[in-house]
């Protein structure tokens, strides 16, 4: 946050710390309705007596280095088709469009999403967890990277054009989200991954970054881009509003 003061990609409109605290409340408000999801989930299991020995992984006899990829690939493969479906699904794009509906993007932008999102997410991943019960240590490694990785993809930072292009091959860099946060309609829908740019590939949803690095791109939605609709109340009301200015229309 302090090197996109000082080293910006793109000039921020709003005072940076006006634009912090807005999404960094949001974040909270979302972080711990996650964390609540994953409590109840936690409950659940010892409850009913799980422990990642009992789990299929361990019930399989796979080996613990096998276990640790399996993890990975898995959370991320669940956060790539979550990511996905959500911008396909009316009601969970009206969700998820709080997160597009930043008109300017850097590393605050990393979590804000909206509470309800963030439940539904846990409540999808968590039983695959339970099902498979990986190594605590591997979950923690995913989500930890998870979040670096995020937050240096939504940073407002131009990495070198050769460091660039060699990171994006093995994970997500901020030139190739950049064109996810796009206003137009097929660079949103598109680059969905949250690591690895492997399974936008693998799926056919990747696009090309943008040649400047993301300079020129409109940021956002094509609506809900004045001061109002971005205050927190606006941003926790409108996946509700009857009429809401962040849903857009779905093909076919």
Wanted: charged share 15%; aromatic share 8%.
């Amino acid at each position: 946050m302090l090197l996109e003061v000082v080293l910006p990609l793109h000039p921020s409109s709003t005072p940076p710390l006006l634009r912090w605290f807005r999404n960094l409340a949001l974040s909270a408000l979302a972080l711990g309705a996650a964390f609540s999801a994953s409590t109840l989930s936690w409950a659940a299991s010892r409850a009913l007596e799980i422990r990642p020995e009992s789990g299929m992984l361990s019930s399989l006899g796979t080996p613990v280095w096998a276990q640790w990829v399996i993890t990975f690939l898995t959370l991320d493969a669940i956060a790539y088709a979550l990511h996905r479906i959500s911008h396909h699904v009316n009601w969970l794009w009206r969700l998820h469009s709080v997160h597009h509906s930043d008109p300017e993007l850097d590393a605050t932008t990393t979590h804000r999403h909206h509470p309800v999102e963030n439940v539904i997410t846990a409540l999808i991943s968590l039983p695959v967890l339970l099902v498979l019960a990986p190594p605590v240590w591997a979950v923690l490694t995913y989500s930890m990277t998870a979040v670096v990785i995020s937050t240096l993809s939504h940073s407002s930072l131009a990495l070198p054009d050769g460091l660039d292009k060699v990171l994006r091959n093995f994970i997500v860099t901020p030139a190739y989200h950049r064109t996810h946060h796009s206003a137009e309609r097929i660079q949103t829908d598109s680059n969905y991954a949250t690591v690895l740019p492997l399974f936008d590939r693998l799926f056919r949803s990747a696009s090309p970054a943008a040649p400047d690095k993301g300079r020129a791109l409109t940021i956002g939605l094509e609506t809900a881009r004045d001061a109002r609709s971005q205050s927190l109340w606006a941003l926790l009301m409108a996946p509700f509003r009857r009429s809401t200015t962040s849903t857009k229309p779905l093909e076919g």
